[in-house]
Structures are given as structure tokens and as C-alpha cells.
């Protein structure tokens, strides 16, 4: 029996008994593991880096796709990029008005392996007709795509390494000439307790590219550091603050089960903490 050690920060981490070694592999892309853990479940990590565990990935998943899901009120088109365990692309399924669902992984390994692995996190939605999946470069597809979209979630991994790209300048602009008007972008922006400069920079892109930009928060034990932040630009201001009727009724009209998300918790994860908001308001945000 051995240990999982993250490699994420210099002198600080967490680390994960590995009950059991389920599977190791070099992709294209990047070293992939896959273990089991007494209290997690399974548990993936890319390159040193935990991303999703079986114990608590619904808090990340749910609270990155139904925030722009049940805000926007009206998606037919969804943009997943990324999110190749599955669960994203499962969160998204739920919601019965989507049409078309385009989900762009670079590394289609990944995508197998937890099929096979972590089944739980898709629960067959990689069966769903409306999935259109792409094993393509994130940064590359919205680059040339022709398509718009009305939500786009980038669920990446850490800006290091495969998904260094997902948070360039570029990467923020391309994905704002996908969307149709009135869409919303929502992307993985890490823990701001540890990567305060990464929420920083995230404002500054976001600043002048959307008419309405800010962040959300969701605490997922995983990702450690604190509360997870989730970066927003839309361009319409009305869905960031849209009142709690509307969202209750949205949510239960959707008939969605979920174990995290509610619509208080969607009101509340918009409320920053104040070095949070000091940060970004050097960049120029309300």
C-alpha cells in the first residue's frame, strides 16, 4: 500500500492513501492514474495533480454547469471543453431543453479510461444523442469553429501542462466570439486562496470582453486551498443577478436532482471574500 503525494504547490499539499493502483498510463498528453482511496473512492490525477474523486466531484460538477444552465433559462447549445471524466458532460444531460452538446478533450485516453474506471461520473451520458464529441485541442476548436454556442464551460485542468492554454488571452477571446449573443462563459479558475495571481489575471482577460464578468465560489475538499473559484462573463448583467423566485422556479421546473446546488447556494457562491474582491477590483470590476 503506498501514497499518492499532489504535486500541485511547493511546500504544501495533501496525500492520498492508495488502497489500490486500478490503473497507470503515459497518454499523448500526460501521465494518467487512477487509484482507490478508503474515503474518496476513486480517485484520477494527471501529472501529479488530483483532478476528481468519486467522494465529493458532484459539488465541483453540479455547481459548473447549473449555475449558466438554470441563469441563462433558455440554452439549446452547450459548449463542454474539457471534462473528460464524464462528469460535466453528465450534469449537462440533465437539463432537457439542451439540444446539442459539443464536448472538445484533448486526450482521448482520458475519455476512455474513465468510462472504464470512474463509470459513475458519465452514467452513460457519453451515450446521449445529443453529444457531439470532439477529440481535438480546446484553444484549437474555438479558434475555427464555425458553431455558437449559448452556455460554454471549460473544465480544465491546472494552467500547467495540456491546459496551460485554457487560460491564455486568446483562449478567453475565442471563446467569446463563440457565443451567442446573451451566452454565458463559465471556466475552472482554481482555489484564489493559493492562486490568488491566477484569479488576477482570469480579471483582467475577462475585463473588456464581457459586459458582465465576475467570479463564483463552491468549497470542494479535493481541490485544497479553500473555496474553488469559477470564473463568469456574460453579456447580459440581468442573469448574474436574476431574483431567487426565478431561479427556484427554473430549478424546479427543470425537475434537476441534485446534492449540491440549490438556488440559494447559486445566489450565495457570487458573494466574494474581501481579499478575493480586492483582487479583482484592481482589474477594474464593480
Known amino acids: 500500500m503506498s501514497d499518492y503525494q499532489e504535486t500541485l504547490y511547493d511546500g504544501y499539499g495533501q496525500r492520498f492513501r492508495m488502497d489500490k493502483l486500478l490503473h497507470e498510463v503515459r497518454t499523448e498528453h500526460q501521465h494518467l492514474v487512477i487509484f482507490e482511496n478508503a474515503r474518496m473512492g476513486r480517485v484520477m490525477a494527471l501529472d501529479g495533480v488530483i ?6 466531484e458532484f459539488i465541483y460538477h453540479e455547481m459548473l454547469t447549473h449555475v449558466p444552465l438554470v441563469a441563462h433559462g433558455a440554452a439549446r447549445r452547450v459548449l463542454i471543453i ?4 464524464g462528469g460535466m458532460l453528465r450534469e449537462v444531460c440533465k437539463h432537457p431543453d439542451v439540444e446539442r452538446i459539443t464536448m472538445v478533450e484533448i ?12 463509470p459513475g461520473h458519465s452514467q452513460g451520458a457519453f451515450e446521449d444523442p445529443r453529444l457531439d464529441l ?12 464555425a458553431e455558437r454556442f449559448d452556455v460554454i464551460i471549460s473544465d480544465s485542468t491546472d494552467p500547467i501542462g495540456p ?23 463559465v471556466t475552472q479558475n482554481g482555489t484564489p486562496f493559493m492562486q490568488l495571481a491566477e484569479v488576477q489575471t482570469t480579471a483582467g482577460r475577462m475585463n473588456g470582453l464581457f459586459a458582465d ?19 463568469w462573463g456574460s453579456t447580459d448583467a440581468a442573469y ?35 481579499y478575493v474582491l480586492q483582487a479583482v477590483n484592481k482589474t477594474g470590476n464593480d
Open 51 to 56: 483532478q476528481t474523486t468519486e467522494a465529493d
Open 163 to 185: 491546459g496551460e492554454v485554457l487560460f491564455s488571452e486568446n483562449f478567453y477571446q475565442a471563446c467569446r466570439r463563440c457565443l451567442n449573443d446573451g451566452g454565458i462563459l
Open 240 to 274: 448574474r443577478r436574476l431574483p431567487l423566485d426565478v431561479l427556484r422556479q427554473r430549478f424546479a421546473s427543470s425537475g434537476i436532482a441534485t446534492r449540491y446546488y440549490n438556488p440559494e447556494v447559486h445566489q450565495g457562491a457570487f458573494a466574494l471574500p474581501q
Open 107 to 118: 486526450d482521448g485516453t482520458v475519455v476512455e479510461m474513465c468510462k472504464t474506471y470512474l
Open 134 to 145: 470532439v477529440i481535438d485541442d480546446g484553444m484549437r476548436f474555438v479558434a475555427n469553429t
Open 213 to 231: 464578468w465576475h467570479f463564483y465560489q463552491a468549497a470542494v475538499p479535493t481541490y485544497i486551498g479553500g473555496a474553488m473559484t469559477f470564473a
Open 82 to 85: 474539457g471534462g473528460g471524466d
